[in-house]
């Protein structure tokens, strides 16, 4: 299984972007996490199969999204009230975790995209 991460570009705080992982395959449990320039990756928020359980960072509770198309074998990640302190290279992750609550374990990782949120 390959994953795609898309979405990632400049924004200004305040603004939005809506990152895609496409999945080449079936998966099952399903991360976002990023690394900031200089840090060590985090986690950002995981989603179940059935996209009923869903996690988030605190840092990121109640501005992003996380959301599943298991028909397109797609994730999202609806990021909004981008701040500055969210730039970083976002990276999703999936396996064949199919219990309903995370964390999950990941056999497989995307190559990441960039987002950048100006001041």
């Known amino acids: 299984v390959q994953l795609q991460a898309s979405g990632g570009g400049l924004v200004q705080a305040g603004g939005s972007l809506r990152l895609s992982c496409v999945a080449s395959?079936?998966?099952?449990?399903t991360g976002w996490f990023r690394q900031a320039p200089g840090k060590e990756r985090e986690f950002v928020a995981d989603?179940?199969?059935?996209?009923?359980?869903?996690d988030y960072a605190d840092s990121v509770k109640g501005r992003f999204t996380i959301s599943r198309d298991n028909a397109k074998n797609t994730v999202y990640l609806q990021m909004n009230s981008l701040k500055p302190e969210d730039t970083a290279v976002y990276y999703c992750?999936?396996?064949?975790?199919?219990?309903?609550?995370?964390?999950?374990?990941?056999?497989?990782w995307g190559q990441g995209t960039l987002v950048t949120v100006s001041s």
């Open positions: 992750a999936a396996g064949y975790s199919n219990y309903e609550t995370g964390p999950y374990e990941y056999d497989y």
């Open positions: 395959g079936r998966t099952y449990g």
């Open positions: 989603i179940s199969w059935s996209g009923g359980s869903t």
